[in-house]
């Protein structure tokens, strides 16, 4: 799909207010409402937005430990590799699955709350792949976060998020960030709808409370209380990059343990790098694992190069990711809650 002028503010505004109304959104971007309700409606229905969710803190949920999994596979018919895929999509723990070309064969997310599913796990996918499997490298994983994911804009977009009063996003405003280091008080009506939120949080309250049974009352006090205990951070959708023709590495970066370098290349990530769209740190051999979303591998070939300028003998390996199999912001939170 070809974007236009509209659909590119459309994308950019709800990357950060994914609750927004669409009367609000049809103001803030100065056009009408059919024009914009159309545009949004296209947009889901062809799959360019394929989810709207709730930017969470894992810790809030019960998540202490994630890692990043890369598998080697020996030569493998396909219809043998897609046997495969089918059954790590089935594991709870594994919230993305995508398919790499170059040094590994896969590379997935893994997280959940105890060592023992951790371990579990990593000995579930190699009973899977059984004499196919050459090499499972687990990365601990230090951080885990979005960055400025407007890959698909050429200008910039000035938007004033404080003058948005619609989606919650007064409250997500004026709430100070506190980091969540243990998982926050949730029975189970919180747990069935952040389950449900996980991959349907452009939902109006009936369509909540028609799937879940939740009155709409109980499920904006919810989520107003989950936006106060800094549980919920703020909505956002996810943009599917090959439906508009993108294509997306994964640039793996050892900065040589100089803390004052990646300090510096985080910032310019954050701050510069429109198609820098997500950023893993690992206590590993690769510290930083970029995740870039170009139009062509000459435009990757450049975005090394300037690295390399400004930062000097940084040590690279480069990975196309040919196709993601799962891609969920969280797990169910039932399958990662402590009880206890």
Request: charged share 30%; glycine share 4%; aromatic share 12%.
């Amino acid at each position: 799909m070809k974007l236009d002028v509209i659909d590119k503010k459309i994308l950019a505004i709800l990357l950060n207010c994914g609750r927004i109304s669409i009367k609000e959104l049809a103001e803030t971007i100065g056009n009408n409402y059919p024009t914009i309700i159309k545009k949004v409606n296209k947009l889901v229905d062809t799959g360019v937005i394929r989810n709207f969710y709730p930017v969470l803190q894992f810790p809030g949920i019960g998540v202490r430990k994630y890692m990043s999994l890369y598998i080697t596979l020996k030569t493998i018919p396909e219809e043998k590799k897609q046997l495969l895929v089918k059954e790590f999509v089935k594991n709870p723990f594994l919230i993305e699955i995508s398919e790499l070309e170059g040094k590994y064969n896969f590379n997935m997310l893994l997280v959940c709350n105890y060592i023992k599913e951790a371990h579990e796990t990593i000995n579930y996918i190699q009973r899977v792949c059984g004499d196919y499997l050459l090499e499972l490298t687990a990365m601990q994983t230090y951080m885990i976060s979005p960055l400025n994911r407007k890959f698909f804009m050429e200008e910039d977009l000035e938007i004033d998020y404080n003058k948005i009063i619609t989606g919650y996003q007064p409250l997500i405003n004026k709430t100070k960030l506190v980091h969540i280091g243990k998982q926050v008080k949730l029975n189970e009506e919180d747990i069935k709808l952040l389950n449900y939120l996980k991959l349907n949080a452009g939902d109006s309250f009936e369509e909540i409370k028609d799937k879940t049974g939740i009155n709409s009352s109980v499920v904006d006090y919810k989520i107003q209380k989950y936006i106060q205990e800094n549980l919920i951070r703020y909505f956002t959708i996810e943009i599917d990059h090959n439906k508009i023709g993108d294509y997306q590495y994964l640039l793996f970066l050892n900065m040589k343990g100089n803390e004052e370098k990646k300090k510096h290349l985080i910032d310019d990530l954050y701050k510069n790098q429109k198609q820098a769209y997500h950023l893993f740190e690992y206590l590993n051999y690769w510290e930083i694992v970029v995740t870039y979303c170009v139009k062509d591998q000459s435009m990757m070939d450049e975005i090394i190069n300037n690295l390399k300028k400004e930062y000097g003998d940084i040590q690279h390996q480069l990975l196309y990711i040919k196709k993601k199999y799962k891609s969920e912001p969280y797990p169910n939170v039932d399958k990662v809650y402590s009880k206890e």
